[in-house]
């Protein structure tokens, strides 16, 4: 089991770092929350409220940096994030927990389905290798070019206001209370949708690509060859031979790329006004927001790291050369 | 196996068992200008790199300059049209490739260069140095990179090109280290590594003369995969409005164009050019990339122009069952 | 969350919900009415809720302000005490009667809690006395009788159970006013009236807030009639939103008494002649900067003196009664000459003979003042000076400002029942500090003993004439010595629809503030009636 | 694929005889392969024809790059792009059911059906012949349940374990994965996959160089053993000479791309006839006997893509004459009594009037010469 | 007897007393295991080997896959620092890893590798490999010197004319010239000791000789010292002076190569020699005695390692490690039926 006891070390290091980080980066840098208050309200917010707002905060106290580490992470073994500034008094968790079900189902479910189709096109592709299906690579390519926010936006422009035939932002219709009824769910659905066939468009291409390499470099490999030559019929030599065995880095390049895939989706939700945890952050970030900041970013990275381990107990369960080893 | 790693690619053609073509003297890095996508993708890059370095000079406005023609289409005066403070959309799309260009590329250079360094040291030096970098790299992988990049961009002073660059090659090399280090360990096991070191190669000169120029190619792919996220990165810091929306670039463009609402008010022109500009760039990079991994991997070579021969042979080459092709009576027995 | 018929047309003739937007972004459960950062403040709510003692026209200043919870109040001479005799026959929501109990409570609790405090107002002795409420402040109120008298009231009974009430978030405010909360989701929060409401009874049977993540999505939800009620900043109003529905879609943005202002530092460059400061005055296009910069939705200010119009009207003195400000170039050429100013070819030379150029900065991002900037730029050209737009981030931006490291920029004053505010913003010596050190206003460093004078005999005063002369001279010091550039005047606005509930405020009946995070939400509320 | 669907029935006919030691079970006539499609294609085999009888062991023997490997891979349409078969036939007779197939007129699902059962392959890279993440059992099974989907798992499952202990290896390994076994075991998994179905013909790439003697010992033991209970034929490719003497009937030697000599065994090893293969044999230091000096062969293989004319083989050969550099020699029969099938490319052997060399020497064959 | 014992038994064995090169004295390589459940654990690559090599002498070293032939060789160069035991460069102790010492050792003993096509770096030409191997080894050479230098190592592995190869690339040449430059490098530093780390198995069949043949003709030229490595018996027989016999990381016979080949005394010997493809060999050779795979290297076979497999093994031989024997004819083997006092099996008698 080195390989999982590995990848143990290193998500506990990763956690560590990430937390670790995630401490110093608002210290680090400089900013003030009080006066991006302020400046939101642009004159509307008496400047003598400064001080009634640093009072409120309380950042009128002053603590060691080792002491306020201590005490971070301490907070942090309670699932305490601190308050926010934007939503305060909200408890920073809190407004977390509000929008990571949005952004898990709309981020998860559309990461999910792109990477399951662009893997069942890679094969494809790869495995028609030559023929007209590759000249669908320059296409491709084309659309993992396209940042997501663009999509987004034009998808916005053609679906929702020159043919409005989807909404152009939000999570449901206002008209309900969120819960688990059929007609809450649809509308929760009938949203997502926009966002999420922009997330899969812009996506898809990329995990077909790579899978197309790898299922061509793996359709020559002996036991391909092998497959064939044993008389197996073709499908159970694409998907039990080639496909088997060429998803394997892809699935190790899925966990890794992650990182950079919801980093992706969150511009989304953005330009989508999603109520997910990446429209949080850029709220967090434009109202220096630290407590809010810190722990969407420490939420996304240890979602990241949790899809990681997941991705590498598949990994796992699919290649036996990691199960055994030494 | 400490992770499982990306494909081991076989360094450079002209192996065993690959018979060198004919006729194609020395086997060096020019021939990546054979391959069809890798032109198409460098002719694209050439094209915005002229326009990057004659930005200002064929700009045929100020790109800052308000004028009184405000929010209107695509016209004669106007190529692409105007923003609602009339100033000339074509003259901001061709400053700005400088802008993405410049950024692009520093933030690729750099953390090519980080990755390099760590890449090739823990390949190379493997042991407990190797597991502490490999692990360096993978933390830095696995934590998102753009939020990443957002908080600390939102959070600098002086969120400019070159800041805005660092930040990126900060967070960015990660990816590129990785394959980097497989290269180099599996090169470090060659024979020829360990020849050059018995002929008496001091170790430098074979980390620089024996390993590196190998990995040329994989270089070279990272760093145009790190310019890809970079532009990419940059663009979506200024399109959300958190580094300096002053300079002008692709970004920056469609951040104005949002905070506009040229969507609500239909005004296309503003916002599609610029993505189809980073789309195109992003589609050249990527393409160069497609050249250099064919350039690598001698597998994922489309059989390139006997694809024509395939079709008017009406061959269909698959793996397993061999296309049996009988000329033409009179071409038969001819050798 | 719009457009899919759910909100919009409903059976028969029932009567609609009014539907309220902010582009705010997602909320959390929060209507602590205190608190600026609670969904109950940012989305307005916490006005049908909660209420003032009086309501105070902001954008016709010297209209008396309505009586509300508060029949009468007696301020005295000097401004340092006020008594207020509390409405009779006020309930709770929750069936509680409201009493001067509650009122004192509301004072004390602000006074005690420094959080509570926005507008930083020196109370001294809170007393309660059958139904009435004196207070007593250690310096004169005058400046800030509107805002004391804006203070909205909250039940005793209530929160003087919460344990911190900073920071409770209350998600069951209970109010005296018309509407209570029926439910709070992340983005609708949806209010019903009650029925014991001492105003009579709301014709709105519902009122739903939404928050919209951004000005596009607001703006999308207005023009498709989604949301009938907001305060957004659209460009091109025209195109984007009223034409989708001329007969309904209205806007209207008054000004209040508070500007935008080009802030000019004396200290640095060659601003420290009253000249330079004249001549660039004159030369701006403060039309275009109203139309291109802002929209058209920020009021123009015209006025040389600074004050926003109609809402100032009344305190511009005689002197300058009706004048308003046009480009004049040729003028401005002249002070400059006069002013040893020369013409260097094309390039303009301070007395000192070092050349004219300046840089003009604002935070990245904020696009309608940048907007301004470039015509700013563009429109002092005409005089050989050489401008250029630079931008920062917001902190760099701020801190710049206050420590006085900048040439040129474009930032607010507040806002104020007097133009007092407005003045006090630009030229106070009172907030003077040298170069290096944070100033939290008079960010060009305006260094004359008169205006400050001025301005302390204008708050302080215990009767009209003298406060008349203070606000005549201090016009003259604004006009004559441009210590800021007055460009457009911070509106006090709204869009709304007209389609099923008519009553809103206009220029023709300005009964109210019309904007739904003001408070006079619940007054505007009372008065819709349904369209005919 | 429509098309191909008509052809079943010249595909597959019956011959109609039963067939005995000796009958061909395999035929290749005139096979010429390409790499690549179009002008530049590199001509891999030309011409070659070859035929392996019932229950024989035919030795494929030639330098590195020659066509061996392709020729396997051809014969069983298995070679990968850009490989494409440009001309010959591959003539499969059953001798157990009278089936005749021509494997290039069969359509796909035909060919499917008959690989395996009737031809099984080992490969060159056999380490590489199994798929990394499936358990030996499943691959072994997975053969049989396409090829024989009327028995059941049980069945097929101790048929599997019966293979490997056929084969030597201990059947409880059968749920192991490749990895985990050393590469002889693998090696002789492939051998046991391809006996799975008792095919009558196994085509063998190079089984064993990539084992030690001691290794390639056992395995080819074991073949012989196989064969001899089971009766298969075998195409055995390699470039080691000296084991094909020991272990086939038959030898084929090929030199860039075609054959050049086919005989016996024992008479290729005591009598060749062609230059080249007496310098390959003369390339091996004996292990027992005098220690002779030995003369190898000058010079290098020649590349595909730019063959002498000519006979392929006279610009390194000792004996070049005449016609060497502008004609090529056919293969045909020495027409020397007693010799049976054997044929030779060499036109020293071809009634000119040269002086044969001695160590060469056979009677020249008279000219009008049939077969 | 093993040569430790000093050089009075090679005396006996080779009366012509060339001078000792290089010399292993019980030369030990331990890899350690990486990874948690190894911990502590080793491959037991190669265990107290000796080895000597004298002027103008080939030694083969033949064993099978995995037997820690090339380990030795690594270890004589220097590649890898021994576990235990000594290297000896002319009676000398020598221990170097790195720098300038490290130089001087390779100066004397070079190595060849067993696959060209590997051993050659793709991107540089036979120019640059040969100046490397020149001006690491001889500094200071000027142009003129270092074109003759260049063109004599190319003439001396018989690539002539020398401008023809002096340019390409490695994928331009075949196999048995890559094989030659390899060999021209080694030859750069005008070593004394050359370690051919089975220098001809990936080449063909055909070009195999030639390189066999112009490493013996260099011997005599240049009175090297040879370490030959291979799997390849015949080839031991064919071009080896002497033969010494390894396996698994232990020597189990050593002595002239025409004897041990011919008449091998160790039972791991026999097998080796009767696996080998022989054409001459009567078609029903006898049932091979031994059968089965290599053993572990990180948990070897206590006693002789060969036990298991042995058909001759005896308790003795699962208890204890049999010590260097001599089994006639200068030979010594590791193997306990060369004890005093041991009867000899039938099948195993020594031929004289
Ligand atoms: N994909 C290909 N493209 C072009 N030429 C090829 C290709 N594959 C093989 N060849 C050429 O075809 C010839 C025959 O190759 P083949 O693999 O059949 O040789 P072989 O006799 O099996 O050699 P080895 O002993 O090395 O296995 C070689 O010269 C080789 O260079
Ligand atoms: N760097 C290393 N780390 C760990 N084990 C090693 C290392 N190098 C060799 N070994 C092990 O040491 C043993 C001897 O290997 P070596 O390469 O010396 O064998 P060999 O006789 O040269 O084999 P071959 O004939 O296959 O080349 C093998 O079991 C091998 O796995
Ligand atoms: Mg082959
Ligand atoms: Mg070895
Ligand atoms: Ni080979």
Redesign the pocket.
């Known amino acids: 089991m080195t390989f999982l006891l590995r990848r143990f070390v290193f998500y506990v290091v990763t956690a560590w770092a990430a937390i670790t980080l995630n401490f110093f980066i608002p210290r680090m840098l400089p900013g003030n929350p009080v006066q991006s208050l302020i400046n939101r309200y642009q004159g509307q917010l008496s400047t003598d409220a400064t001080q009634a707002l640093y009072a409120m905060f309380g950042l009128d106290k002053e603590t060691s940096v080792w002491q306020q580490y201590l005490d971070y992470w301490g907070n942090l073994f309670q699932g305490d994030f601190g308050l926010s500034f934007t939503y305060f008094p909200t408890p920073v968790a809190e407004v977390i927990e509000q929008s990571i079900p949005w952004t898990l189902i709309l981020v998860g479910v559309s990461t999910l389905i792109s990477f399951v189709l662009g893997t069942l096109a890679g094969v494809y592709i790869g495995w028609r290798r030559g023929r007209w299906t590759d000249s669908l690579l320059p296409v491709g390519s084309f659309f993992s070019a396209i940042p997501y926010f663009w999509l987004g936006l034009i998808a916005i422009a053609v679906f929702a206001v020159a043919w409005p035939v989807f909404p152009a932002s939000g999570g449901y219709d206002g008209a309900f209370v969120p819960s688990w009824d059929a007609d809450f769910i649809w509308s929760a659905v009938y949203h997502g949708l926009l966002p999420a066939v922009t997330i899969v468009v812009s996506s898809v291409a990329g995990w077909a690509l790579g899978m197309r390499n790898m299922t061509v470099t793996v359709s020559s490999e002996d036991y391909v060859t092998v497959a064939h030559a044993k008389g197996l019929k073709e499908r159970t030599v694409m998907f039990g031979y080639a496909a088997r065995n060429a998803i394997l880095p892809n699935i190790s390049g899925f966990a890794l790329s992650l990182g950079f895939i919801v980093g992706g989706t969150l511009v989304t939700e953005i330009v989508f006004s999603y109520p997910g945890i990446g429209y949080v952050l850029y709220q967090g970030v434009s109202s220096k927001d630290y407590p809010l900041m810190q722990g969407v970013f420490l939420i996304i990275t240890l979602s990241v790291l949790v899809a990681n381990m997941l991705a590498d107990l598949a990994y796992a369960a699919l290649d036996p050369r990691t199960r055994q080893e030494g | 196996m400490a992770t499982p790693t990306t494909v081991d690619l076989p360094v450079a053609s002209g192996e ?4 060198p073509k004919k006729g194609r003297g020395g086997r060096g890095a020019w021939s990546i200008f054979r391959n069809r996508k890798a032109i198409v993708g460098l002719s694209i890059l050439g094209f915005f790199a002229i326009i990057a370095a004659l930005g200002d000079v064929i700009a045929p406005y100020d790109p800052n300059k308000v004028s009184s023609t405000l929010m209107s289409g695509p016209s004669g005066e106007h190529w692409l049209g105007t923003t609602n403070t009339g100033q000339d959309i074509l003259s901001q799309l061709i400053v700005g490739t400088r802008g993405v260009l410049i950024v692009g590329l520093l933030a690729g250079a750099i953390a090519t260069a980080i990755s390099v360094l760590i890449g090739v040291t823990a390949g190379f030096i493997g042991g407990v140095g190797d597991e502490f970098l490999s692990l360096l790299a993978n933390v830095f992988l696995v934590i998102p990179a753009l939020p990443l990049i957002i908080i600390i961009a939102s959070q600098l002073p002086e969120a400019g090109g070159t800041t805005v660059a660092l930040v990126i090659a900060f967070t960015g090399w990660a990816w590129g280290s990785r394959i980097m280090r497989a290269q180099t360990l599996s090169l470090r096991r060659r024979d020829f590594v360990e020849a050059a070191r018995a002929n008496g190669e001091s170790l430098w000169r074979i980390v620089c003369f024996e390993i590196l120029p190998n990995l040329t190619a994989i270089i070279a792919s990272g760093f145009i995969g790190t310019v890809i996220f970079a532009v990419l990165s940059q663009i979506t810091l200024a399109f959300i409005g958190v580094t300096s929306v002053s300079t002008w670039n692709w970004g920056t463009i469609l951040f104005w164009a949002q905070s506009n609402q040229a969507l609500a008010q239909g005004a296309w022109w503003w916002f599609v050019p610029a993505g189809l500009c980073i789309a195109a760039l992003g589609t050249a990079l990527t393409l160069i990339n497609f050249g250099i991994d064919e350039f690598v991997n001698p597998r994922l070579r489309t059989t390139g122009g006997s694809a024509k021969a395939q079709r008017a042979k009406r061959i269909r080459a698959r793996v397993g069952f061999t296309p049996v092709y009988r000329a033409p009576a009179e071409k038969r027995g001819e050798d | 969350a719009c457009g899919d018929g759910k909100t919009g047309d409903g059976d028969g003739g029932a009567p609609q919900a009014l539907t309220v937007g902010m582009p705010n972004g997602p909320l959390t459960n929060n209507s602590n009415p205190f608190t600026p950062t609670s969904s109950g403040n940012s989305l307005g709510y916490r006005w049908l809720v909660y209420e003032p003692l009086a309501q105070v026209n902001q954008i016709a200043p010297d209209q008396a302000p309505t009586p509300w919870l508060a029949t009468a109040w007696e301020w005295a001479a000097d401004y340092k005490s006020v008594k207020f005799t509390i409405r009779d026959g006020v309930k709770w929501s929750d069936g509680q009667v409201m009493t001067a109990e509650d009122v004192g409570f509301t004072f004390t609790l602000i006074k005690d809690n420094d959080a509570f405090n926005g507008s930083a107002i020196p109370f001294d002795a809170i007393t309660v006395e059958g139904n009435t409420v004196s207070l007593t402040f250690t310096s004169s109120q005058f400046v800030n009788q509107g805002r004391v008298l804006e203070t909205m009231v909250v039940p005793k009974h209530i929160w003087s159970a919460m344990s911190d009430p900073t920071t409770d978030t209350n998600q069951n405010p209970i109010g005296s006013g018309p509407y209570t909360l029926k439910s709070w989701t992340a983005q609708v929060v949806t209010m019903v009236p009650r029925t014991d409401y001492w105003g009579g009874q709301p014709k709105v049977p519902e009122v739903r807030y939404t928050s919209y993540n951004d000005n596009n999505a607001q703006t999308t939800a207005l023009a498709s009639g989604a949301c009938q009620w907001s305060y957004v900043f659209m460009p091109n109003y025209q195109d984007v939103f009223v034409a989708k529905d001329k007969d309904n879609h209205k806007l209207w943005f008054p000004s209040g008494l508070g500007i935008h202002a080009l802030f000019l530092n004396m200290e640095k460059s060659a601003f420290k002649h009253a000249a330079l400061r004249q001549a660039i005055n004159l030369v701006i296009d403060r039309q275009a900067i109203h139309v291109q910069g802002h929209a058209g939705l920020y009021p123009l200010v015209d006025s040389p003196t600074g004050i926003p119009r109609p809402a100032g009207e009344a305190f511009i003195s005689d002197k300058y009664k009706g004048q308003a400000q046009a480009v004049d170039v040729e003028k401005a050429k002249t002070i400059l000459q006069q002013g040893g100013f020369t013409l260097d070819g094309e390039t303009l030379k301070d007395p000192e003979g070092n050349p004219v150029t300046f840089k003009l900065v604002d935070p990245a991002g904020w696009s309608d003042y940048l907007a301004d900037l470039q015509i700013i730029a563009d429109s002092v050209k005409q005089l050989g000076i050489d401008a250029t737009v630079d931008t920062m981030t917001v902190d760099a931006w701020t801190e710049a400002l206050a420590v006085g490291d900048f040439d040129a920029s474009l930032h607010w004053t507040n806002t104020g029942n007097t133009p007092y505010d407005i003045y006090d913003c630009i030229m106070n010596g009172a907030h003077l500090e040298p170069l290096g050190k944070k100033a939290s206003w008079n960010f060009g460093r305006y260094r004359n003993e008169d205006a400050t004078k001025a301005l302390n005999d204008y708050a302080n005063a215990s009767d009209d004439a003298t406060r008349k002369t203070a606000m005549d001279l201090l016009q003259d010091i604004m006009v004559e010595q441009v210590p800021a550039i007055p460009l457009v005047a911070g509106p006090i606005g709204a869009e709304y629809s007209t389609k099923f509930w008519e009553g809103w405020p206009t220029a023709e009946d300005p009964y109210a503030m019309p904007q739904p995070t003001q408070p006079s939400a619940s007054m505007i509320v009372m008065k819709l009636t349904p369209a005919s | 694929m429509g098309q191909r669907v008509n052809k079943v029935d010249t595909a597959v006919t019956s011959t109609g005889h039963r067939a005995a030691v000796g009958d061909p079970v395999l035929e290749i006539r005139n096979l010429s ?1 390409d ?2 499609y179009d002008d530049s ?2 001509h ?2 030309r011409d070659v024809s070859l035929t392996l009888g019932v229950g024989e062991v035919l030795g494929l023997a ?12 051809a014969a069983t349409r298995l070679l ?4 494409v078969i440009t001309g010959g036939d591959v003539i499969f007779h059953s001798s157990r059911d009278d089936r005749r197939l021509d494997l290039f007129a069969m359509s796909d699902d035909q060919l499917r059906a008959s690989r395996w059962d009737d031809m099984a392959i080992v490969f ?1 890279g056999a380490m590489n012949s199994l798929n990394p993440v499936y358990r030996v059992g499943k691959q072994l099974i997975d053969v049989m349940t396409a090829h024989r989907p009327d028995r059941s798992r049980g069945q097929h499952r101790a048929r599997a374990k019966e293979l490997l202990e056929m084969v030597g290896i201990s059947p409880d390994r059968i749920n192991s994965y490749p990895h985990q076994l050393s590469g002889g075991m693998r090696q002789r998994v492939m051998i046991a996959m391809a006996l799975a179905l008792e095919p009558q013909v196994v085509i063998m ?2 089984p064993t ?1 990539a084992l030690d003697v001691v290794m390639q010992r056992q395995i080819v033991e074991q073949l012989v053993k196989l064969r001899n209970e089971l009766g298969f034929s075998v195409i055995f ?3 080691d000479v000296s084991l094909l003497i020991e272990l086939a009937d038959r030898i084929a030697i ?1 030199y ?2 075609q054959i050049i000599e086919d005989a016996t065994a024992d008479d290729l090893y005591r009598r060749p006839r062609h230059p080249y293969t007496y310098g390959l044999l003369n390339s091996f230091p004996p292990l027992h006997g005098p220690r002779r000096e030995l003369s190898g062969i000058p010079g290098s293989p020649p ?3 730019a063959l002498p004319a000519g006979c392929p083989f006279h610009p390194r050969c000792p004996h070049a004459f005449d016609p060497c550099d502008g004609k090529r020699p056919e293969l045909q029969g020495t027409g020397r009594e007693g010799e049976g099938h054997r044929q030779v490319a060499c036109f020293l052997h071809d009634g000119y009037e040269v002086a044969v060399p001695g160590h060469l020497a056979i009677a020249p064959k008279p000219r009008e010469k049939s077969s | 007897m093993a040569q430790r014992e000093g050089p009075a038994t090679d005396a006996a064995t080779t009366p012509t007393e060339d001078p000792i090169m290089l010399e292993a004295r019980a030369l030990t390589k331990h890899f350690p295991v990486r990874g948690l459940r190894g911990r502590g654990k080793a491959v037991r690559a190669v265990e107290s080997v000796d080895l000597t090599l004298r002027r103008g002498q080939v030694v083969a070293l033949v064993g099978e896959s995995g037997s820690g032939k090339s380990t030795v060789a690594r270890l004589l160069a220097q590649l890898y620092p021994a576990t235990s035991g000594q290297v000896l460069l002319r009676g000398e102790p020598v221990k170097v890893r790195f720098g300038r010492r490290f130089r001087a050792y390779c100066r004397q003993v070079q190595m060849i590798f067993q696959d060209p096509f590997a051993s050659l770096n793709p991107i540089h030409t036979v120019r640059y490999v040969l100046t490397r191997s020149l001006r690491i080894h001889h500094r200071g050479l000027s142009k003129e010197e270092l074109e003759t230098r260049l063109a004599g190592l190319l003439e001396q592995v018989h690539l002539r004319p020398a401008e023809r190869y002096i340019d390409k690339f490695p994928h331009e040449l075949s196999g048995g010239q890559r094989q030659r430059i390899a060999i021209a490098r080694a030859l750069g530093a005008r070593p004394t000791v050359l370690l051919a780390d089975e220098p001809v198995s990936m080449l ?1 069949v055909s070009i195999r000789l030639g390189v066999l043949n112009l490493l013996k003709e260099l011997k005599e030229e240049l009175d090297l010292a040879i370490l030959y490595i291979t799997h390849d018996i015949a080839s031991a027989r064919y071009f080896a002076d002497r033969t010494v016999v390894m396996y698994a990381g232990e020597v189990v016979e050593s002595g002239d190569s025409e004897s041990v080949t011919q008449n091998p005394a160790h039972p791991y010997t026999q097998l080796l020699v009767s696996s080998a493809p022989d054409p001459d060999k009567l078609a029903d050779a006898a049932e091979r005695p031994a059968r089965g795979e290599p053993p572990s290297l990180i948990k070897p076979p206590s006693g002789c390692r060969f036990h298991p497999r042995c058909p001759f093994a005896m308790d003795r031989c699962k208890t204890e490690s049999p010590p260097s024997l001599p089994a006639g004819d200068g030979r010594v083997a590791a193997c306990w039926l060369y004890a005093e006092g041991v009867e000899k099996p039938a099948g195993l008698e020594v031929k004289a």
């Open positions: 065993h068992g690959i018979s | 392969v790499y690549g294609a590199v891999a085999l030639g330098e590195s790059g020659c066509g061996k490997s392709t020729l396997a891979y990968p792009p850009p490989g060159q790439d190079e160089t490719i390699t470039h090929m860039a791309g590349d595909l893509t | 063909d």
